[in-house]
């Protein structure tokens, strides 16, 4: 069974640079946007429902059919219940996506292996996901979101104030973490700090599969000198 991290945080904190630096060191990496936005894919089931739900001005004029990002997001921006509705389309479908990339990682790698897997999940909290991670880590880096915001291209600031009202402060998610990156430093000091981590899941990881096998092991225990 894999040992799952979940790496959260505010956007442009760092997420996606610390779960590629937990990549390097091995560990299986997924990223819920990313699946967010192949489960709306051309052709895709999840597509049809959102048509169903929204209607066919959701699309673009493209060929196949394609989804117009920014014409839901004026949608459902301004209707909290159509919010709610896309998020019962995605959102289930991510976790479902995820449990099956965990599910095949696991059967495909090499059983001796350390099977550590990094899912970068920006609402995790907000999608009350903690109880599906062993580890959950938020990236966190104050004031500097900001500035290393402002290089992210095509991204508006009423966008970007949208993203952040969705999203729990910084503050209440540090105090739901087992874990904090500090990322306001350089790129030095986040892979010291992923490296850090690294270490520390793959001591968790072993005591939590040693332990697994306790009945086994303190059957055998018992050979005084
Ligand atoms: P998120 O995934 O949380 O939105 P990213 O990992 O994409 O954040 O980081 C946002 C921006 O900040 C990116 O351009 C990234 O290269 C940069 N960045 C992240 N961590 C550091 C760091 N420790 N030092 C300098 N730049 C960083």
Not at 36 to 47: F, K, S, Y
């Amino acid at each position: 069974m894999p040992f799952v991290l979940g790496i959260t945080g505010s956007i442009g904190c760092g997420k996606s640079t610390v779960t590629r630096l937990l990549g390097e060191l091995g560990a299986l990496t997924l990223d819920a946007d990313r699946l967010a936005r192949e489960i709306l894919a051309p052709g895709t089931p999840g597509l049809a429902a959102v048509v169903a739900r929204f209607g066919p001005e959701i699309l673009s004029a493209a060929t196949p059919a394609q989804l117009d990002r920014r014409a839901l997001a004026e949608r459902v921006f301004a209707d909290p219940a159509a919010r709610r509705d896309l998020e019962a389309i995605v959102h289930p479908g991510v976790y479902r996506a995820m449990a099956e990339a965990l599910d095949h990682w696991e059967r495909t790698s090499r059983p001796d292996g350390p099977c550590i897997a990094a899912l970068e999940i920006p609402l995790l909290m907000e999608t009350n996901a903690d109880a599906l991670c062993d580890l959950i880590v938020v990236v966190a880096c104050g004031d500097r979101q900001w500035e290393r915001l402002a290089n992210r291209a095509g991204m508006s600031g009423t966008s970007l104030r949208r993203v952040m009202e969705q999203q729990l402060p910084e503050a209440e998610k540090r105090l739901r973490a087992h874990w904090v990156i500090d990322n306001g430093g350089g790129p030095e000091a986040a892979g010291w700090q992923a490296r850090r981590l690294w270490d520390e899941v793959l001591r968790r990881a072993g005591a939590r599969d040693a332990g697994r096998a306790w009945p086994d092991r303190w059957r055998a225990w018992g050979a005084w000198p």
